[in-house]
């Protein structure tokens, strides 16, 4: 199985902030990388899928890049909206993992 | 709008059953494979079962491979997972979600609020 890391596992930064959260996979998956947000309460939603493709809809202060084994999410200017937990997913084998999330809050 | 809407959680002992449903709105539902994915208490989302269109291609995580099931009526636009043999590690929410793939690359996209289940004495 291929496995997912996170660093940091959370984070507090304030608002305007620029923050970066990054997910290393235990073996190279290419660009088979998805990442989620999960608000309290609320199913995940996407955000970027195959590491650097944004969702329509999707807010521009939020991209994502790497391949190999190494990725990035970035959100440019953190606002108050983005407080949840970022997960990174592979897709580039069976069983899918997730990493083990990334909990964002504001300072 | 497109809606998924899971149902049948609740409180079961180890040992017992329960069967999930998701109710599906907003997109052809039989052209899309669908997903369970879970989220136990503190702990990260798991992939549980990936199901085809069709209905006739699945895949399981190791940790439910034998005990659960995952089905589909696409006349219904439903989405089921039967889970036999609970254990008390089983206890999470479980949400639905649409696996969307274009060439090679698959993602879940959107995903259900979740249905919470407690597998408890």
């Known amino acids: 199985d291929i496995q997912m890391t996170q660093s940091p596992p959370s984070l507090s930064a304030s608002v305007g902030d620029r923050v970066t959260i990054t997910c290393r996979a235990s073996q190279s998956i290419i660009s088979y990388v998805n990442w989620y947000q999960h608000k309290s309460g609320k199913g995940p939603k996407l955000l970027i899928y195959a590491s650097s493709i944004l969702k329509s809809g999707v807010p521009s202060r939020f991209s994502g890049s790497g391949s190999g084994t190494e990725f990035t999410l970035t959100i440019s200017s953190l606002q108050p909206e983005d407080v949840a937990i970022y997960y990174c997913?592979?897709?580039?084998?069976?069983?899918?993992?997730f990493g083990p999330g990334t909990k964002v809050e504001i300072k | 709008e497109v809606q998924l809407l899971e149902s049948g959680g609740g409180l079961v002992q180890p040992g017992g059953s329960l069967r999930l449903s998701c109710v599906v709105s907003?997109?052809?539902?039989?052209?899309?494979?669908m997903a369970w994915v879970r989220e136990a208490p503190g702990k990260g989302l798991e992939w549980i079962s990936t199901l085809n269109g069709g209905g006739d291609s699945a895949s399981y995580a190791e940790s439910v491979q034998g005990r659960f099931a995952i089905s589909r009526d696409n006349s219904r636009s439903t989405l089921y997972l039967q889970m036999n043999n609970l254990r008390d590690d089983d206890s999470a929410k479980y949400y639905c979600?649409?696996?969307?793939?274009?060439?090679?690359?698959?993602?879940?996209?959107?995903w259900g609020q979740g249905t919470l289940v407690t597998v408890s004495s």
């Open positions: 907003g997109f052809n539902f039989s052209g899309h494979a």
């Open positions: 979600a649409s696996r969307i793939s274009a060439a090679a690359f698959k993602w879940f996209d959107p």
């Open positions: 997913q592979q897709c580039y084998s069976i069983p899918l993992t």
